[in-house]
């Protein structure tokens, strides 16, 4: 039985599962999407919701001045908290040939934090894809739901096609004895 025994192990050790889903995590805040097996989209949501939620909680004022002591002190606790987890810095492209290097944690507190603010929860999209070439497995696209990008697409191997109907000539009648 696997009772209080919550996750998926993946067939990876602790330290190779936690960075799998550190850079994961990192490429879903970086990009707003990313395609995965299913099981790996399910196990990254709780862990990005969790890491939105922490950041939400504590506001996108990093630097403000005016705060008190405690809620400063606080705030840079939070952002060390969540810095431990996730990667310093990620790339994403900008333009096909710009590419934008991202301090991961201040982009979570001051653009990605403050779109959830009136959300209580459910931060980020599932959308099951066609199955990976190689092996069959299940895709899916995790999205942040702030972030379009892409939307779902039936694949032309899943596509109903309309049948093909033959143009033929009509048959000629027989011709009538009479």
């Known amino acids: 039985m696997r009772h209080l025994n919550a996750g998926r192990k993946f067939d990876r050790n602790s330290s190779n599962r936690r960075a799998m889903f550190k850079n994961l995590v990192a490429n879903l805040l970086a990009h707003g999407q990313i395609t995965t097996t299913v099981a790996k989209a399910k196990e990254v949501r709780r862990i ?5 939620t922490k950041a939400k909680r504590v506001g996108p004022e990093l630097n403000v001045a005016e705060v008190s002591a405690p809620v400063a002190r606080h705030r840079l606790a939070v952002k060390r908290d969540i810095g431990k987890f996730l990667p310093k810095f990620a790339e994403r492209t900008v333009n096909k040939d710009e590419v934008e290097t991202l301090n991961l944690v201040e982009h979570l507190f001051l653009e990605v934090a403050p779109k959830f603010m009136d959300r209580p929860g459910g931060y980020t999209r599932i959308i099951k894809a066609n199955n990976r070439r190689g092996d069959n497995a299940p895709l899916a696209i ?37």
């Open 142 to 178: 995790i999205q942040l739901i702030g972030f379009e990008k892409v939307k779902r697409v039936a694949p032309e191997s899943l596509a109903v096609k309309a049948p093909k109907v033959r143009a033929t000539a009509p048959a000629a009648a027989p011709a009538s004895e009479g």
């Open 48 to 52: 990005t919701e969790r890491v939105i």
